[in-house]
């Protein structure tokens, strides 16, 4: 459950890293954690919410019970609500004049239009009637829902069920939580181009659109065409984008995978380029996604360099747990590593070029565009696909 599910959430994680717990005050309570060498950490996104303890084992029992007496019992003021809502209008319009804000919230509004997070937020007007006994109502809410525990430790599991069961809440039989959200990258019937005016030197563009829904058989595919079509300076994107025509700043593309099955993938790719050459740089981008320069030496290059990523990334300890969580998710059988080194061994040109052919070419794109379209000629991108211009409501909630 996250802030697509419940969209006062982010303001409830923001309060209660200014709350205290039962008799402790905020000072008392960060004073506490660190007599116990132990961080506490919430963090929320889109569907999902994390609460979590790290520190010494020999504190693991102290830390818990600290940490569920802070969950259910969190103590603010309304001062400090009010500060922190203060906090969060004057973030919102710094937002609407940062270019970075501008780039990221134009490039979701052309994915997903309303339903881009930006839009989804709370509204300034729901923000400002929040009250802190909601807020902290609703992460006291959270472990009533049904949840997954992740511990990774040098504790016995008996020890460590034992420990849990005794310190978490005994709140009777669980609630189902809301649905994940699975959100569909706006597919149109020909290219779409959306432009943000700001007095900038530089353009930030992005180019993309959404694939098929998440298939571990492309993965091997996938895993060579990012490296053969972005793998650092060596990639194709770089080395013709700014190597050899000097139309970008920095670029960079990717063939993204969906988070869970069913999770859409999506291709994307990004320039920043002067103002003067946007018309351009937009144009050789989006070529260059549609026609793959073929290039056995620099196949050759980038299955070696995926080849030794698979023998040389051992997974760590601590990261074991969230690992397991994602392959678990995927619906794939651990270890899906080994299968799909396999097929990268065995791999040759023709598996990434028909990759690019079924998934990439000639697709129907979004291009977002975030630049001083005083300084470049956006009559001459019709050429590419319809041109629309969108305003700070557009991108924001209001």
């Not at 402790?24 to 007599?35: C, M, N, R, T, V």
């Not at 809502?85 to 309303?114: H, M």
């Not at 989006?286 to 990334?313: G, H, M, T, W």
Request: charged residues 25%; glycine residues 6%; contains cysteine.
């Amino acid at each position: 459950m996250g802030t697509y599910q419940d969209n006062r959430l982010s303001t409830a994680r923001s309060l209660m890293d200014k709350s205290g717990a039962g008799d402790l005050s905020p000072d008392a309570l960060k004073k506490e954690w660190y007599k116990l060498g132990t961080d506490f950490n919430i963090g929320v996104s889109d569907n999902e919410t994390n609460i979590s303890i790290s520190g010494l084992d020999e504190n693991f029992e102290a830390s818990l019970s600290l940490m569920m007496k802070y969950v259910q019992t969190p103590t603010a003021d309304q001062a400090t609500l009010d500060e922190l809502v203060k906090i969060t209008l004057a973030q919102r319009e710094d937002q609407k004049k940062d270019p970075r804000s501008l780039r990221n919230a134009l490039r979701f509004y052309s994915r997903y239009g309303d339903n881009s997070s930006y839009k989804r937020r709370i509204s300034s007007e729901a923000l400002q009637k929040l009250t802190v006994v909601e807020l902290h109502g609703l992460i006291s809410s959270l472990p009533t829902y049904e949840h997954v525990l992740i511990y990774g430790g040098s504790k016995p599991l008996d020890e460590v069920l034992a420990t849990l069961q005794k310190h978490l809440s005994d709140s009777g039989e669980l609630k189902t939580p809301p649905g994940y959200e699975h959100l569909v990258v706006h597919t149109p019937a020909k290219t779409e181009i959306r432009f943000f005016h700001k007095e900038t030197a530089q353009s930030q563009v992005f180019v993309e659109f959404g694939g098929v829904a998440f298939d571990t058989a492309l993965r091997p595919a996938i895993d060579l065409y990012n490296d053969y079509f972005a793998g650092g300076m060596s990639g194709i994107v770089f080395q013709e984008l700014r190597e050899a025509r000097a139309l970008a700043y920095s670029t960079f593309a990717r063939y993204d995978l969906g988070r869970r099955s069913n999770d859409q993938n999506v291709m994307w790719g990004y320039i920043g380029c002067q103002a003067d050459k946007t018309s351009e740089a937009v144009t050789a981008l989006a070529e260059l996604i549609d026609d793959l320069p073929e290039s056995p030496e620099r196949f050759a290059e980038a299955k070696n360099s995926v080849v030794n990523r698979y023998r040389v990334a051992k997974i760590k300890y601590r990261e074991l747990p969230g690992v397991l969580r994602i392959w678990e998710r995927r619906n794939q059988t651990p270890d899906p590593r080994k299968e799909r080194f396999d097929h990268i061994l065995q791999a040759e040109m023709p598996i990434m070029l028909d990759f690019h052919k079924q998934h990439i070419t000639k697709r129907p794109k979004l291009i977002s565009i975030m630049g001083d379209t005083t300084k470049f000629d956006l009559n001459s991108l019709r050429t590419l696909g319809e041109v629309t211009p969108v305003t700070l409501d557009d991108l924001f909630v209001k």
